[in-house]
């Protein structure tokens, strides 16, 4: 038996499902996919995070007794090789995204796969109601995993000390620019790993539920990168967490944003098409100006705590999950352009971009999705900035005009506009209006169904 062990998501050695369930002679690769790099831009962050993390990964394996083939190409190409070369079968790590299932299933015409769940603690289909149907609330998504969120530890998987490395040749690896992409600049955190963030979190963790939406605090724990690309396991962050010497509340707090991300991934694979509907099944007439959508983009909106965490986002690939509401809210609620162009746009320019949990939230916030906010709950983003950024820290951090600007101008409506020495851009929308409007807009699409 000569498996495969197919690296995507899971770039470390400890707690592998692939790993710890090979036997025998093992094949470990990693494929530099082309169907979807050729989609991004040049200057992508995530490929010099993904391709550092790849390296890394190599160096790991080999101290080990293993390696890791890495491939640029096809995944059907190479499997097609490989299956030539006497492989009898693929071993990886499930996904639910459009994408990821439509490639496995034509990779597994050519080679048989077994597929393994982690990325995340739970299987999806294992977690359903009474009445064998899934869950649509998260609280009650969260209550009927009360075992498992209670417990202080979740079993990690361990590696078989008998694997055995197949003869092959492991020296190419291709360079950034083999793949077509520049070598980037990363976030200091970025270059940090796993174990080092968590014990940075261990000092910040005791006021996290107090501190975690004020975004001008780095209050965070700065994993999200980290777990997206399976350099921890949900079960060990999990497991560190729950050892962390805090307050229990601050754990579970914590724990329960984890269990977020489960719920988004849970909901993807019960709700396929969401990924591209509304779940909720209304039809909205949405704003089709691409000139609105264009000033969201860029940062042009004419509202200072949007036009700063887009600019934010477009220059380093990070965005605080308070403004990711923030933003989400004003574009599709203020502007009342549809969720899936502001979605599309985060899946091209966020560090740790998610499908479940991207789509999840940008449903949430356009109230389209399960569990959503009440369509008539609009957040108004001056009142938002007010109150999570009193002193205006973040947005002139990045709008260096409005340096010299009080707080207090900032923070209302046309107030930047009104000092006659900036030149900053005039709102699109104004906040009353564009609120009303969208009112308007969900009553009379709710009547409709």
């Given at each position: 038996?000569?498996?495969i ?8 050695v400890?707690?592998?499902a692939?790993?710890s369930?090979a ?9 530099f996919?082309?169907?979807?790099l050729?989609k991004?831009?040049k200057?992508d962050?995530?490929v ?14 080999q101290?080990i007794g293993?390696d890791?083939?890495i ?7 190479v499997f097609?090789d ?6 009898d079968?693929i071993l ?8 990821a ?12 796969i077994?597929?393994?769940t982690d ?7 294992d977690v359903?109601k009474a009445d064998?149907t899934?869950?649509?609330v998260f609280?009650?998504f ?5 075992v498992l969120h ?5 079993k990690?998987f361990?590696?078989?000390?008998n ?5 092959f040749d492991?020296?190419?690896t291709?360079t ?5 992409f ?5 976030p200091?955190?970025?270059y940090?790993s ?10 910040k963790i005791?006021?996290y539920q107090e ?5 001008y605090l780095d ?9 997206r ?7 060990t962050?999990?497991?560190?967490i729950?050892r962390?010497n ?5 754990i579970?707090?914590?724990?329960r944003e984890?269990f ?9 694979y019960?709700f396929p098409?969401s990924q591209f509907e509304?779940?909720n099944?209304v ?5 089709k100006?691409e000139?609105?959508f264009?000033?969201?983009?860029k ?6 705590i ?6 934010y986002?477009n220059s380093?690939g990070?965005?605080?999950n308070?403004l ?6 004003y574009l ?13 746009y985060f ?5 740790d971009?998610e499908?479940s949990?991207n789509?999840?939230?940008w ?5 389209t999705?399960?569990d959503?906010v ?11 900035s ?5 002193d ?5 951090s990045v709008?260096?005009d ?5 707080p ?12 006659i020495f ?6 699109i929308?104004?906040?009353n209006?564009?609120?009303?409007r ?5 009553k009379?699409?709710?009547?409709l169904?």
């Amino acid at each position: 038996m000569k498996q495969i062990l197919w690296f995507r998501r899971d770039l470390r050695v400890r707690d592998n499902a692939i790993l710890s369930n090979a036997k025998d002679k093992v094949l470990p690769i990693f494929i530099f996919d082309k169907n979807i790099l050729d989609k991004l831009s040049k200057d992508d962050k995530r490929v010099s995070f993904i391709y550092q993390s790849v390296l890394e990964l190599k160096d790991n394996l080999q101290k080990i007794g293993l390696d890791l083939a890495i491939f640029y190409a096809n995944p059907k190409d190479v499997f097609i090789d490989l299956k030539n070369q006497g492989f009898d079968e693929i071993l990886t790590s499930i996904d639910f995204d459009n994408y990821a299932k439509t490639r496995d299933e034509e990779c597994e015409k050519i080679l048989p796969i077994k597929r393994f769940t982690d990325s995340f603690l739970i299987y999806p289909n294992d977690v359903l109601k009474a009445d064998k149907t899934p869950y649509k609330v998260f609280t009650a998504f969260y209550n009927s995993l009360e075992v498992l969120h209670s417990s202080n530890s979740i079993k990690e998987f361990e590696t078989p000390k008998n694997l055995k490395k197949v003869d092959f040749d492991y020296s190419f690896t291709p360079t950034l620019k083999d793949l077509g992409f520049e070598k980037q600049d990363l976030p200091d955190f970025l270059y940090k790993s796993a174990d080092e963030l968590i014990d940075i979190f261990s000092r910040k963790i005791q006021n996290y539920q107090e501190n975690r939406d004020y975004f001008y605090l780095d209050a965070g724990s700065n994993l999200s990168v980290h777990l997206r690309f399976g350099l921890i396991s949900a079960r060990t962050l999990f497991n560190r967490i729950k050892r962390l010497n805090a307050p229990k509340k601050e754990i579970d707090f914590y724990i329960r944003e984890l269990f977020w991300r489960e719920f988004y991934n849970y909901i993807l694979y019960h709700f396929p098409k969401s990924q591209f509907e509304n779940l909720n099944d209304v039809k909205i007439n949405w704003n089709k100006s691409e000139d609105d959508f264009i000033k969201w983009c860029k940062g042009d909106t004419g509202v200072p705590i949007i036009d700063a965490s887009m600019k934010y986002l477009n220059s380093t690939g990070l965005m605080h999950n308070r403004l990711r509401m923030i933003v989400s809210s004003y574009l599709t609620k203020n502007l009342l352009i549809d969720w899936r162009k502001g979605e599309e746009y985060f899946a091209l320019k966020l560090l740790d971009y998610e499908a479940s949990s991207n789509i999840g939230s940008w449903q949430w916030a356009a109230s389209t999705g399960v569990d959503s906010v009440p369509y008539f709950r609009v957040f108004n983003p001056y009142l938002q900035s007010k109150k999570f950024d009193k002193d205006a820290i973040f947005i002139k951090s990045v709008l260096k005009d409005l340096k010299e600007i009080s707080p207090k101008t900032i923070h209302i409506e046309n107030g930047v506009q009104e000092d006659i020495f900036l030149n900053y851009p005039r709102q699109i929308v104004g906040i009353n209006y564009s609120r009303n409007r969208v009112l308007l807009e969900f009553k009379r699409a709710k009547t409709l169904k």
